[in-house]
């Protein structure tokens, strides 16, 4: 069972993600990793945290010689604001300090995990859940799925996303789509496949800013090369349809997951809704047929069709306001202005990498499910005897 865990508090010493169930042989250098952590830290409207952070990985065990062992991947990445927050966050307790606990929060965030974590873990100070609250540890999930995603580009699998919503102002879609959607949204500030939009997008950034405010949006994540099959129809915690949407919905902030049409099904007349078949030899990763639209967004019962996966994902605005709104200090129970410490106006382009990194993740957990075996080798003798078998089906 490929998995991954993360550890780290944002202002904290580092960020620690180990992932489990990788196989070997699997071609791996630290600049696999470092490239995706380096889109993430990209977008406008984010604040200068962005700008003391050049996040790297350390790989601590699971890789040599430039290939994964099969054994735990356990990476380090270090946070250089750390050297500005060491009072605040040392974990040794500071005796003899007359404030041992700096930079307390208790004025918590309306929106923010602040109050709700601070009594479920019966803290007095909102810094210890809003450390690890924090969506600085998106940056470990970024790491962990950058393997994941070395091991689908094996088979061929592109994964891009691109912003198609931000702070109330929509992109157009491009028709067709560009080939390679990451090297045109990261090259966009904001991520965006629509050059018209971004002005105004980056202006409406400027003025939230100025007005102490916040903006969410939406973002579009689109996997190709995908075989039929990946996921299953017969028990609920296999559809992959119900775990890219869990492993969506994780993401700091996000609200809502659309898989293809999404809610906009519910609307329209069936005939409307599903995609027509029809037979399409030479396309073995689809069982040699095509479907006549990609309405239902690339499954079908819970599992991959073999067109492509496009979902889509909705981001809150950031719960920190610097112009706050009104809450209760918890520390004297009086009305008080949330706290307004230092943050981001929106995060929705960053948003679009972690996207593509869950999605990247839950396909490779199903691609090992499916092909699975020990080595890179073994994976690839799974995949090729499913695909010649498929490839002779209909009409072979
Ligand atoms: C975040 C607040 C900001 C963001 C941070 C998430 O950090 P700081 O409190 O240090 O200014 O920049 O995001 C990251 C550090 C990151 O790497 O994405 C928050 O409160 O969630």
Known sequence: MLRFTTAGESHGPGLVSMLEGMVAGLPLLAGDVNRELARRQQGYGRGRRMQIERDEVEFIAGVRAGQSLGSPIAMLIRNRDWKNWQDVMDPAPREGDPDPRRRAVTRVRPGHADLTGLLKYDRDDARDILERASARETTARVAAAAICRRLLEEFGVRLGSHVTHLGGID???????????????????????????????????????????????????VADGLPVGLGSHVSWDRKLDGRLAAALMSIPA?????????????RRMGSEVHDEIEAAPGRPLAGNVRRRTNRAGGTEGGMTTGEPLVLRVAMKPISTLM????????????????????????AVPAMGVIAEAMVAFVLAQAWLEKFGGDSLDEVRRNYDGYLARVAERIGG
């Open 323 to 346: 112009r706050p709104l009104g809450t209760v200090d918890v520390a004297t129970g009086q009305a008080a202005a949330a706290t307004a410490e230092r943050s981001d106006v929106t």
């Open 171 to 221: 992109a157009a879609r491009p028709d067709p789509m560009p080939a390679d959607i990451n090297a045109a949204a990261d090259a966009s500030p904001v991520r965006m496949l629509d050059a018209s939009a971004e002005a105004s997008v980056t202006a409406r950034i400027d003025e939230a800013k100025q007005a102490g405010n916040t903006l969410g949006g939406i973002c579009e994540v």
């Open 254 to 266: 996000v609200k809502g997951v659309e898989l293809g049409l999404g809610f906009d099904t519910a």
